[in-house]
């Protein structure tokens, strides 16, 4: 494969592009997306990724084992294309992950396949990435509802700095967007966009309420 330029995406996993790092995080639901980016601007966030749409394929073996473990493999193509596998999630919410570049997605599937991987789950979403404090503010659009993550060093700097945005750590998810979507194809009452969108736009339809998701975030007047 030809080197490519590191993606400005992921700091910390394109400085160590190829080697295991520690993915730490936490997920909050967020309707109004808007508003928190402009209160994230205000309070010093610039802008490290501009908004865009990212493809993203899971893939496990024919008997579901990898999820049985917690892991994850990952191929994603926004501007470029990367390949990632992550580690069980450890008590402290953090887990090893491993991600690189590729030139083709479109032979990752194939290659994946013919290694006897299957594709278990495809979705799409809109991200946009904000820095701040040394921290990553992901604003993510999915076809079922809006959402921030905050990536940072240690679990007590994500803590910190979500809660100096105004986000109530107690609401914070511990479900992935696999795990919500999932949740959603097999609930008979939605029938919104779920995994992919149906226009060019994000869609309207938020499943809060079906998900029994908390807002973490509401705009102070």
Known sequence: MNEQ??????PRATENA???FVEIEAKFYVPDLAAFREHA???GATLLTPRRLERNWRF???DGSLQAAGQVLRLRQDATARLACKGPVDSQGSRREVEFAIDDAQAARAFLGDLGFRCVLFYEKYREILLIHQACLMLDELP??????VEAESPEAVRRISEQLGLRWEAGLHRSYAELIGELESNPMWDAAT????ESAASAADAGATLHLERAWVRHT
């Open 195 to 198: 995994a992919a969108f149906r």
């Open 60 to 62: 496990d073996r024919p």
């Open 41 to 43: 601007l205000a309070g």
């Open 18 to 20: 190829g080697r295991p």
């Open 144 to 149: 079922f509802g809006n959402f921030v993550e």
């Open 5 to 10: 330029p590191p993606s400005p995406a992921r």
